[in-house]
T-cell receptor
Framework: EAQVTQNPRYLITVTGKKLTVTCSQNMNHEYMSWYRQDPGLGLRQIYYSMNVEVTDKGDVPEGYKVSRKEKRNFPLILESPSPNQTSLYFC????????????FGPGTRLLVL | LAKTTQPISMDSYEGQEVNITCSHNNIATNDYITWYQQFPSQGPRFIIQGYKTKVTNEVASLFIPADRKSSTLSLPRVSLSDTAVYYCLVGAPVNTGTASKLTFGTGTRLQVTL
């Protein structure tokens, strides 16, 4: 089944404790992206990647890191989480040439205390 | 980067046609317009994409005027299961293979009732 998977689905952590949210897709898509979703603010892009070792900033990259060492994986790293990073996070992927037609993962709900 | 504006919410009765408009005044020449549907606690789901004029698929139609500064998602004969948030996305040139920052609007919450 074609899908985007994220882990963990739910995470509670404390300020400053490094964490990683994994994202993996099995559709051989070139484009991958991370979003955060907050009430009243819609979906905001954090980082995106068009290919292995190629990443770029979205609209809200501060406080986040990503890496793209393999085509299928695109982990989101919070080196020192803060309470304002409490949010619902979505990973998405899409094929080269149809970047706008994204497949989204199920989401990761993060709470930073 | 094209910024989009949508109504915050809309209400409709089951069986009616619903039209949701998205404004994107500074859309770039190569930008496409894509609409997504999102149910609570789920990731957004692709509905339809277009560049100009009209596009239709099995679930919706997308109308784009000549100046491309707005677009309208049309849902024919909505049902209760169409209650969701609908997002307009502008960007992502098709078939160029280039990377692109994608900016979603804040979404329109559609409530369908009997």
């Amino acid at each position: 089944e074609a899908q985007v998977t994220q882990n963990p689905r739910y995470l509670i952590t404390v300020t400053g404790k490094k964490l990683t949210v994994t994202c993996s897709q099995n559709m051989n898509h070139e484009y991958m992206s991370w979003y955060r979703q907050d009430p009243g603010l819609g979906l905001r892009q954090i980082y995106y990647s068009m290919n292995v070792e190629v990443t770029d900033k979205g609209d809200v990259p501060e406080g986040y890191k990503v890496s793209r060492k393999e085509k299928r994986n695109f982990p989101l790293i919070l080196e020192s989480p803060s309470p304002n990073q409490t949010s619902l996070y979505f990973c998405a992927s899409s094929p080269r040439g149809r970047v706008g037609t994204q497949y989204f993962g199920p989401g990761t709900r993060l709470l930073v205390l | 980067l094209a910024k989009t504006t949508q109504p915050i919410s809309m209400d409709s009765y089951e069986g009616q046609e619903v039209n949701i408009t998205c404004s994107h005044n500074n859309i770039a020449t190569n930008d496409y317009i894509t609409w997504y549907q999102q149910f609570p606690s789920q990731g957004p789901r692709f509905i339809i994409q277009g560049y100009k004029t009209k596009v239709t698929n099995e679930v919706a139609s997308l109308f784009i005027p000549a100046d491309r500064k707005s677009s309208t998602l049309s849902l024919p004969r909505v049902s209760l299961s169409d209650t969701a948030v609908y997002y307009c996305l502008v960007g992502a040139p098709v078939n160029t293979g280039t990377a692109s920052k994608l900016t979603f609007g804040t979404g329109t919450r559609l409530q369908v009732t009997l």
